[in-house]
């Protein structure tokens, strides 16, 4: 698997500066963010902080099978003038299944961060804050509160558990702890079953 770049280029050649210049003069404002599409070869992947050993090479291959430009979020960079390039924040698998696409994507939308502080270990320390923070407001949806929507979707699981719910009076409810009667106990494993054994499990 093609690895991120993470070696800064320290003989940045006249191209890069120019790319890089482009980049900047063409930023975009959206609300209170920046952003740009930028060239591969001006995204670079600090191995100091970033999760490049324990990344799942199985779900970058997986997301480049899948891969859905309306699923993907920009990638969120910290501008580095500098040395001419984007540092990665947020965004390695994503950046990674780009280059195994067939052809491999030239340029990946960005979220563009440019109020990093200049000196080069204080903005690595402001890029680990935000590595290490970058999920902690985000909630992750749990098959529960998928249900409804997969219903919608037609999958045949979710439709022989509302089915069967329908039929016996039971509420589907997110959440923990004791349950009140008539309230399904564990979705996961409901669902786990209706794959399993369809309706009748």
């Not at 006249?14 to 920046?34: E, M, Q, W």
């Not at 780009?98 to 690595?124: H, M, N």
Request: net charge positive; proline share 4%.
């Amino acid at each position: 698997m093609k690895k991120a770049n993470t070696t800064t280029n320290k003989s940045i050649t006249k191209g890069d500066k120019a790319l890089y210049s482009t980049v900047i003069s063409n930023l975009k404002t959206v609300g209170g963010k920046t952003y740009a599409a930028i060239p591969i070869q001006l995204l670079w992947v600090d191995p100091d902080y970033q999760r490049i050993i324990s990344r799942s090479e199985n779900k970058i291959r997986n997301l480049a099978l899948q891969w859905n430009p309306k699923k993907m979020d920009a990638l969120k960079v910290v501008a580095h003038p500098d040395e001419n390039l984007f540092s990665v924040v947020d965004g390695l698998g994503r950046l990674t299944a780009s280059q195994l696409l067939a052809p491999p994507l030239e340029t990946l939308e960005c979220e563009v961060d440019l109020s990093a502080p200049t000196c080069p270990s204080e903005r690595k320390r402001y890029e680990a804050n935000l590595f290490i923070s970058q999920y902690d407001e985000i909630e992750i949806l749990k098959p529960v509160q998928k249900h409804n929507a997969s219903v919608l979707l037609g999958d045949r699981a979710c439709i022989d558990i509302d089915r069967a719910c329908s039929k016996y009076n039971i509420s589907i409810v997110a959440g923990r702890g004791q349950r009140k009667s008539n309230v399904l106990g564990s979705y996961s494993a409901i669902l786990s079953i209706s794959k399993r054994n369809g309706y009748k499990g």
